[in-house]
């Protein structure tokens, strides 16, 4: 595995192949090869041997090369469908959030469906894609059924932390690449919560952090000069906010933790909650 190839978490899911052609895309700007990567979890529970990809199948070579004909199709059918694109596929053995994890540290960027085959129903978003959101080496997408294609801006979240200066490099790029217009969201929470203390000036503490977010874009508008860029800054929850920014996005950009998050945490709540909230593709940035 190169480093620059896009890894795609795939078993054959609606959701996984959602996440397949965000992929898919994301290689026709990028010109980045893709990956595909299918994990065997295979189970023993009570002296039975059961796989993860579903319940009675035995481990053994017709199961395994059904797999890895499923899995060579795909790539094989990816390929055709983009000319130019290079596709592999590959079979891995383990618990698919470790596995997935190792492997984003030789990835460029990991893709994920928002739930496979072993989610619930009651669950936005499955543990796996949860917990590789959490401790990839590289930055991850994870997608879901819904407005995967959607013309709208790149969204990202900026609270002056180092993760959210990560992400809005992150998503300059990808905006500059598709040529489609940025917004800049900057939600800051009042002090006090509902009842801030009677001399807080909103309008003031909005001056200071458009002030703030405007010195931090100074580099990148130099360097794209031709990207629309449009900069939100408002008092509000950031979580709620950036979903409901999400509705009309093309993809949400956020950083792994932010200025509010807890040293020990991998995955800070405004992450957590666009994960499983969004309404489009939700990129989680990190330096590789």
Not at 103 to 126: I, K, P, T
Not at 128 to 151: D, Q
Request: charge should be negative.
């Amino acid at each position: 595995m190169s480093g620059d190839e896009i890894l795609v978490g795939f078993d054959g899911s609606a959701d996984a192949r959602l996440a397949l052609d965000w992929a898919l895309d994301e290689a026709q700007h990028s010109g980045r090869p893709v990956r595909l990567a299918y994990v065997f979890e295979w189970l023993t529970i009570g002296g039975w041997i059961n796989p993860g990809m579903a319940p009675g199948i035995w481990l053994d070579e017709t199961t395994r090369r059904q797999v890895e004909e499923l899995v060579g199709k795909a790539a094989a059918d990816a390929a055709a469908a983009r000319p130019g694109i290079t596709v592999h596929g590959n079979v891995f053995d383990g618990p698919p959030a470790l596995v997935l994890q190792e492997g984003s540290a030789e990835a460029g960027l990991l893709v994920l469906g928002s739930r496979g085959h072993g989610g619930f129903g009651g669950l936005l978003a499955g543990s796996t894609t949860v917990s590789v959101s959490a401790h990839a080496h590289c930055p991850v997408v994870v997608v879901r059924e819904g407005r995967t294609g959607a013309a709208g801006p790149v969204v990202v979240g900026f609270d002056g932390s180092e993760p959210s200066r990560v992400a809005l490099g992150f998503a300059v790029e990808r905006a500059a690449k598709r040529k489609t217009p940025l917004r800049v969201m900057r939600v800051f929470e009042p002090p006090g919560g509902r009842w801030p203390p009677s001399d807080h000036d909103e309008r003031s503490v909005a001056a200071r952090e458009r002030a703030a977010l405007e010195e931090s874009l100074a580099a990148w508008r130099e360097a794209f000069p031709d990207l629309p860029v449009d900069v939100v800054v408002t008092p509000g929850n950031p979580a709620a906010t950036l979903v409901e920014a999400s509705r009309d996005a093309r993809l949400v950009v956020v950083g792994s933790r932010g200025r509010g998050g807890l040293r020990g945490m991998l995955l800070g709540s405004v992450s957590q909650q666009l994960i499983q909230h969004a309404h489009c593709p939700v990129a989680v940035a990190r330096e590789h």
